[in-house]
Structures are given as C-alpha cells and as structure tokens.
C-alpha cells in the first residue's frame, strides 16, 4: 500500500510566491509537471514532457500562453493541446499532453492529480486565517528525502518535540498530554489539553509565558491525503480558552516520489501581528527546527527503512502513536476504496 496514492483529490503544489519567475516545474506523485501563469492570471499545469522525444517543456520558450519544445518546436497551449507542428502540415493526433486542474487559493497552489472531470473545488481544505488580515503568516518549502507519510507521523506525534526542538518547540508537557481523536466523514481531530503547564519555549516565549506555566491547547486536524493544520492556543491558567493566545501552523505534505516528499510549512498567529521581529523568530525557529532537526530524522528513517513497506517490518506501537495510525488507517481504505476490487 505504501507506494500508492490516493489520485483523486488535491495536493499542494507550491507557494504561489514560487510562480514569481513564470513557471515552476516540480514532480509530483512521480509525474513531471510544469506550472506557469497564464496571461488571464489563472495558472495552468502540464505534464512536463514533450509528447515527441519526451524533452521536458520546461527547457522550452513560452509565446504568451503557448509553450514551445527546446527540441523540435512544437507549441502547445495551455490546455496541453498541440497548436503548432513547424515542419509538418498535419499535427497528428497524439501530440498532447495532460494538463492537471489547478487552484489558486490561501497564497497555495492546489493540483488535481486524479480524473479531470472529477476535480472539485470544494475539497480544497479551509484555511482562511491565510488570507485573514487579523492573522501574521510566515511560511516556508523543505524538500525531503523521506515518504511523505513518515512526515505525516511525525506532525501526529508530538512525543518527539522534548527529544528533537527541546530549544524550540519541544516540552514535557507535550510529549505526555493525552491525545483525543476524533474522526469526522472528511477530517480527523487531534485534541490536547494541557492545564498549567510550561509549555515549549518558542511557543511560550513568542505569548509571554516563557517559564512560567500555561492552559494550553493543541488541537491537530489531518485532512485526507497529507494536509495538517495545528491551532495552538495559551491562557492564563484558570482563564477561558477564549482570551488566550492563538495561532495556526500548516504541515502540508505531498510525495514527489515515494521516498521524497515536499513540505510546506505555514504559520499564522493572531497576537503581536505588527512584531516583525518576532515573525523573524517564529520564521528562523520553525525553518531551523524542520530543515535541521525534523529533515535528518526522517531521511535516515527512510533509509533504514530499505524501501520496505511500513507495515511489513512491524512497527512497535506505543500510546502516543494513536493518532498517526488512525490517519493511516484512514487513508489506507480511501486508497484501497479508489482502486476498487482487485
Ligand atoms: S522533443 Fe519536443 S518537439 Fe521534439
Ligand atoms: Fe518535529
């Protein structure tokens, strides 16, 4: 099962920010695809080989929303089909390529990866406080060399933070705090509730709270295939939830291979918004804490693992695993459920 995707959903392609050059080529769930803006503004993806000598059309030179192969100058437009065959009257037929549904929103690029005419806007996952101007966002793109699901299990859970961020995001308090899941018909839930205690030292410091005790909660949502979304949330012990400090982090993971995965990271803070330099710690802290403590984790996990299937060299299951297993269960039948009967 590990090696198979689901297809018919949407995956993070890149940060909007990353098309500022025109285009963007990235491989995602092993496909080759080329991103570029269109002159209407929408973004269009194709795949990223020339259906004559599989030249990629990246390497290509773009005529406004026409791209033409480096190789033999076949141009095709943005929908993939072949508009121009400069030595050949006739364009035969199968000079096309694929081109992918994509949307724009929450300064993210969404790809459909499965049936085109199945794409449908509203799976794209909520995440508003993106775009809300009460929120300070700052994000980030690491690419890994590890399946996209150990990232996964490594959001889920947070037993790891006292080992892995001790200086950052890492506490105590976190690796024990019970964990309730919840499972909703297209979301899974992930509470922890952690009454004064002292709490992480990024976290804490960033709200005021740097060694001295908190009511905190964690609430986790995993969205099916790979998105996660981290609402963290510190009151004064004994005050209501409602008047602590709140702020949205967003794991969003999609395999570029199976052993290779991009990760898109996001934070969204709704206290000290007009603190720059504090966006420049929580940028500084989260970037060093993914790219130097998490990234080399997980890439020596994948390379113990040897390409076996992660079920197949039976993991040990401990309590604070719960939650990662739920959610691979999960997708694990909505992948079987996709491929239909053997
Ligand atoms: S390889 Fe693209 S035109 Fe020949
Ligand atoms: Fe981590």
Avoid at 72 to 92: K, M, T, W, Y
Avoid at 247 to 268: Q, R
Avoid at 319 to 337: G, T
Wanted: glycine share 6%; net charge negative.
């Amino acid at each position: 099962m590990s090696n198979a995707y689901l297809r018919n959903t949407w995956y993070v392609a890149g940060w909007s920010d990353e098309l500022a050059g025109g285009q963007l080529a990235r491989r995602l769930l092993d496909q080759p695809i080329l991103f570029f803006r269109r002159a209407d503004g929408a973004v269009a993806a194709l795949a990223d080989r020339c259906p004559h000598r599989f030249v990629p059309l990246r390497m290509g030179k773009r005529h406004g929303d026409v791209i033409e192969c480096a190789y033999h100058g076949l141009r095709f437009d943005a929908s993939g089909r072949c508009v121009l065959s400069p030595n050949n009257e006739q364009i035969p037929k199968a000079a096309r390529v694929r081109s992918y549904p994509v949307i724009e929103r929450h300064g993210l690029l969404f790809v459909w990866m499965g049936d085109t005419d199945r794409a449908d806007a509203a799976l794209v996952p909520d995440f508003g406080f993106m775009d809300d101007p009460a929120f300070a966002t700052t994000h980030g793109y690491i690419h890994g060399k590890s399946g996209y699901l150990l990232m996964v299990d490594n959001i889920l859970d947070l037993s790891h933070t006292q080992y892995l961020h001790a200086d950052t995001l890492g506490c105590e308090a976190l690796a024990r705090a019970r964990s309730e899941v919840v499972e909703h018909e297209r979301s899974v839930d992930v509470r922890r509730t952690m009454r004064n205690s002292i709490q992480a030292p990024l976290t804490a410091a960033s709200r005021g709270f740097a060694d001295r005790p908190a009511d905190a909660y964690m609430d986790t949502r995993w969205y099916p295939p790979s998105y996660l979304q981290m609402e963290t949330c510190l009151a004064e012990p004994g005050t209501p939830r409602s008047q602590g400090k709140t702020s949205f982090a967003l794991h969003l993971i999609t395999p570029e291979t199976a052993s290779t995965n991009h990760y898109f990271w996001a934070n969204a803070r709704a206290f000290a918004t007009d603190d720059e330099s504090l966006s420049r710690r929580i940028q500084e802290g989260f970037a060093h804490a993914f790219e130097f403590e998490d990234k080399p984790i997980l890439e020596a996990q994948q390379e113990s693992m040897d390409g076996a299937d992660f079920w197949s060299l039976q993991p040990v299951l401990l309590a604070s695993d719960a939650p990662a297993v739920r959610v691979r269960r999960r997708l694990d039948r909505m992948i079987a459920e996709e491929a239909g009967p053997p």
